[in-house]
């Protein structure tokens, strides 16, 4: 078993201590040393300015608990590798004089990202600030895991191709999944293909590492470090798709069970005696409002197949609009029972609901506020991904990124 431990410097300048098991945070159960201490410290000052939260030594200083000194020494140190370069002055109001912008260097490491779904996977190379350097996407339904896994690799083989600068790879997939083994286990309507190891077989081949997890949850991370979730600390992503899934951010760290299986939002009942899944539950969330399910009640009410996109677009006729506000109405009984446990400050929309006229995402977040039991002095909002059709890859490279962040980086003598 892989045990990674670290320490981590939160703006507080409070001291606390993070073990990854297996890419699992777990309670810590021994002293760290200054080598930990000193990479925490790298990783936070990269997080810092990759994620726009500072933007000079002195912002770091603030921002870190750390003497002037200190700063310089990492931001040196952090310089000569390329990492990080200076910009331009910052033209503040202070006395003295301006300090000089820092922004992550062209040298910096990079990160392969890649996505599992349904009907489609996805590659992309990006750099530390999450920007896109390369992307692709091939369409098809998987007629098993062998053949899966086969584009996987001939999408990452032109991510590495392009990109000598990968140090790590990102991997996120459709649920079921168990994080701990990097596996993909039973998903549901994914052609039987099941039991699907993803994590090894591709660190093996690109002799990098593989930092696997659930794609709602690798959108709620990158969601949070770089999207609408930036500033909250209590998140919960939901995406609407072919199923129904979630991510949880909680007390500003992605909930993970220790036994290595994310949240299943799509298979909350919102109702113990309505439709039978085919997970084995009665009245499984999903049943109710996953795209083909909303798709099917309009192609039904119009007389035509429309996508969700379209159906998105027709908000004026009443026939879907009256399909997409019980839709809307299903979809808070599931998220009310969430924030009654979780008291999430933000709910973020990924995958199709994307396409939602706002007016929707004003809607659940008016029902949501009006049920919910548990601080209901402070309001819930709802709003859309800020990265939208790009939350999903950027989610799974985000899972390699985010490693940086605290502090590991494997290979980088630092
Ligand atoms: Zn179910």
Redesign the pocket.
Known sequence: MLIVKQTSLYLSGRLSETVFRNGVRCMATKGVNRDFLKKSNRGLALKLIATKQCASRIELSKAMGLTKPAISAIVNELMEKGYLVETHKQMTSDPGPNPICLEIGPGAPKFAGLLLQRGYAESTVCDMNMRILRYERVEKRWKNGEELMQTAYRLLDHMMEMEENVRAIGVSSIGQVDVNKGRILTP?YFNGIENVDVTAPIAARYGLPVFFDHDNQSAALVEQLFGNGRGYQDILMIGIGHGVGCGIVMGGQRYHSHTGFPPEI??V?IDVRGNQ?????IG?L??YIMSPVIEEKVRAAMGRPMDYREICQRENSPAINAIMEEMILDLSGAVVSLLNILNCEIVLLGLDSIYWPDRYVQLLEDIINERKFSNRGRRSLVSKAGVLDQTQILGAACNAVSRCFEGELPGDEW
């Open positions: 549901l799509g298979h009942s899944c085919r997970c084995g539950n499984c999903e049943t």
